[in-house]
């Protein structure tokens, strides 16, 4: 596995455009069909936006790290927060038949990525959510192209 | 992210246009609520919607159901391709009322 890109920033949310311009670029110079590039667009500004809301708390000086790796045809991103460690049981989507504002982040980065994993040290700071996409598997790419 | 209103007799369009995130939806939200707090139907026009993230889905959501509280007319209308895969995954293309043309809502 190699490590291709690595970004930070801030906890604000008029970073995550610039965020997701990276993204698409990044994830179109590895070769990834454009319905495969969305979904990772999706997931990780979902993620961030989490991360913002949610370990942040909307404090806008907290860091967030993007790593994005790749092996074969598959890319591994790890989005790091230096917040409290959140208490992953808590992390969940609301019930769809309940319609409300809010509450469907996890379950848009749970539907579009193919596989989904929180971490963190209890007791420690901080939190580690990594995410693995197909950068163009012929099933959900064949529309796009 | 962008917004216009017209006013028509029966209802007022807000079109939202660009792209819907954390640091626009605010923006989307005030709008939302301001015309439906002004007793008038709404028709939000996403055709022009680039991007929209569950933070712009939240005011959607929040306009729809005060709409419905409000006994008034809260609809979507020209929804971009972008916009209903999101609607699409978190199952609300069947809640929403869609209209594809302004002839539709006469």
Request: aromatic fraction near 4%; hydrophobic fraction near 30%.
């Given at each position: 596995m190699q490590k291709i890109e690595r970004i930070h920033f801030m906890s604000?949310?008029?970073r995550l455009l610039p965020v997701r311009q990276f993204v698409r670029s990044l994830a179109r110079s590895q070769g990834c069909c454009e319905e495969n590039l969305e979904h990772m667009v999706m997931a990780i500004n979902e993620a961030c936006m989490n991360v913002i809301?949610?370990?942040?708390?909307?404090?806008?000086?907290g860091e967030i790290v993007i790593e994005f790796w790749k092996q074969g045809d598959e890319l591994l991103i790890r989005i790091i927060d230096y917040a409290?460690?959140?208490?992953?049981?808590?992390?969940k989507s609301r019930?769809?038949?309940?319609?409300?504002?809010?509450?469907?982040g996890v379950h848009l980065i749970n539907k579009v990525m193919d596989s989904v994993e929180y971490t963190n040290v209890e007791g420690e700071r901080g939190n580690v959510l990594e995410m693995r996409k197909t950068l163009s598997n012929k099933q959900s790419c064949e529309v796009s192209n | 992210m962008k917004f216009a209103l017209n006013t028509h007799k029966k209802y007022t369009v807000l079109e939202l246009s660009g792209e819907i995130d954390l640091n626009e939806s605010p923006i989307a939200r005030k709008e939302i609520l301001k015309v439906i707090n002004q007793g008038k139907n709404l028709l939000v026009d996403l055709?022009?919607?680039e991007y929209i993230d569950s933070s712009g889905v939240a005011s959607l959501v929040e306009g729809f159901q005060t709409a419905r509280a409000n006994r008034l007319l809260f609809a979507l209308y020209g929804v971009s391709p972008s916009a209903m895969q999101v609607l699409q995954i978190s199952r609300l293309d069947s809640v929403f009322t869609i209209y594809n043309s302004l002839d539709d809502v006469e």
């Open positions: 604000k949310p008029d809301q949610h370990a942040y708390h909307g404090a806008e000086d409290d460690a959140v208490e992953l049981n808590s992390i019930k769809l038949d309940e319609v409300r504002p809010g509450g469907l | 055709s022009g919607v």
